[in-house]
């Protein structure tokens, strides 16, 4: 069975986002895990409640097939967190394929993981867009965005588009 891992903000992860990339994965038989900061509840948002797992710091990229980084007001602060960047930088050399959904593609950028490769984000204010060129990324400001072994989604609405893009 292919595997999948799914990094969530400990607080603050993004329900919607985290639920429509989970069903796409799910519906193409992935098994999904779920990582944070820490091992333990994790609390959305939009108060939905998950356990993680494995901790960022313990993730053995080996195996997983897929790995999707998920947005929300948590995730913001994960794009200054050095083992989130750390995983990111790791998660990129195996090759695999992996992605960000909302404000979480600024983790990616901010592990220098974006370098030119084409990318979304949530970017309601033009700040996140503006972040991820900082960082050497081509900004499309497109719902889901696919480059080779990357794909990016800019929100909620595009979290079930986001899942089915990763499994693909």
């Known amino acids: 069975m292919t595997s999948a891992l ?3 903000a400990q607080h603050g992860y993004q329900d919607r986002e985290l639920d429509g990339t989970r069903k796409g ?3 193409a ?3 999904v895990t779920i990582c944070s900061k820490d091992v333990g509840p994790c609390t959305g948002k939009l108060g939905g409640h998950e356990d993680a797992t494995v901790a960022m710091r313990d993730v053995d990229v080996s195996q997983f097939d897929r790995f999707a980084f998920i947005g929300g007001p948590g995730a ?3 794009k200054d967190d050095v083992e989130a ?3 990111a930088r790791r998660i990129h050399s195996s090759g695999k394929i992996y992605g960000a959904i909302c404000i979480a593609p600024t983790i990616l950028a901010a592990a220098g993981v974006l370098k030119g490769k084409n990318a979304t984000v949530w970017n309601k204010d033009d700040e996140p867009g503006k972040f991820l060129e900082l960082h050497g990324a081509v900004f499309t400001n497109e719902d889901v965005t696919v480059d080779g072994n990357l794909v990016t989604a800019n929100g909620p609405d595009a ?8 499994a693909k």
Do not use: P, S
């Not at 979290?159 to 990763?166: C, H, N, S, T, V």
């Open 76 to 78: 913001r602060e994960l």
């Open 25 to 27: 994965l799910l519906e």
């Open 159 to 166: 979290a079930e588009a986001f899942g089915r893009a990763l």
């Open 29 to 31: 038989d992935f098994e």
């Open 85 to 87: 960047q750390e995983l």
């Open 6 to 8: 799914i990094i969530i």
